[in-house]
């Protein structure tokens, strides 16, 4: 059993993670709607509802809030992605899962879409950073969390690796080289959805999953 002061103690560790949380969701929700640059503290303390000094308890920068939302997301991803991976199913039932749980994932994190779409210069930089291409500025203090999220980031490629490597072993792939085909299936899924934005036709979850699946399938099945 638990004594009062613990429980004080959990109490008030369990409000702390859910203020932190809430104030993930209102910089989501300024970010999307102001882009990153323009967005400040004050405007996501005025949408959490929290005073500025508040804010400045969780974070030390609206970078700081960016790089969490990132990191977050990143972390449920991976999270799903290994839950799949670990499914006692074929190979190719395991890509079909992936690309269906992609197309919902992007759908809940559209704000993170339209952040990046907004900020084509700080996309550019973001991932010019993460492939190494550029080195952050010594005033880049933001860009300090990006040696967290490139790990986290090749858990995907990783996955779809071991998944294609258990088809080859099992008869439903032909040989290939799985690092190289891995990176394609990943740019294919992020391409595909990403033309969203500016597309006409739209493709409701099934008809994304069976496009880009069966396209990608017919490359990769032993004949």
Known sequence: MMKKKDLRIERRRKRKEENKIFI????ESVFAKKGYSFAT??????EAQFSKATL???????????????????????????????????????LKEIVRFTFNFFQEKENISRIFLMEMKFMQKFFNIIAERQKPAPNDHEF???????????????VVSQILTEGIESGEFRKMDVQDTAYVFTSLLHGFYFTKFWRKKKYNVEEYTNLIHGIFLEGIKKA
């Open 41 to 46: 503290m004050d405007d996501i303390a005025g």
């Open 144 to 158: 300090i969390h990006l040696k967290n999220i490139n790990p986290k980031r090749k858990v995907w490629r990783d």
């Open 24 to 27: 993930l969701k209102a910089a």
């Open 56 to 94: 400045y308890q969780y974070f030390k920068s609206k970078g700081d809030i960016f790089f969490e939302i990132i990191l977050k997301s990143l972390e449920e991803m991976n999270q799903e992605l290994r839950r799949i991976f670990e499914k006692s199913i074929k190979a190719e039932e395991k």
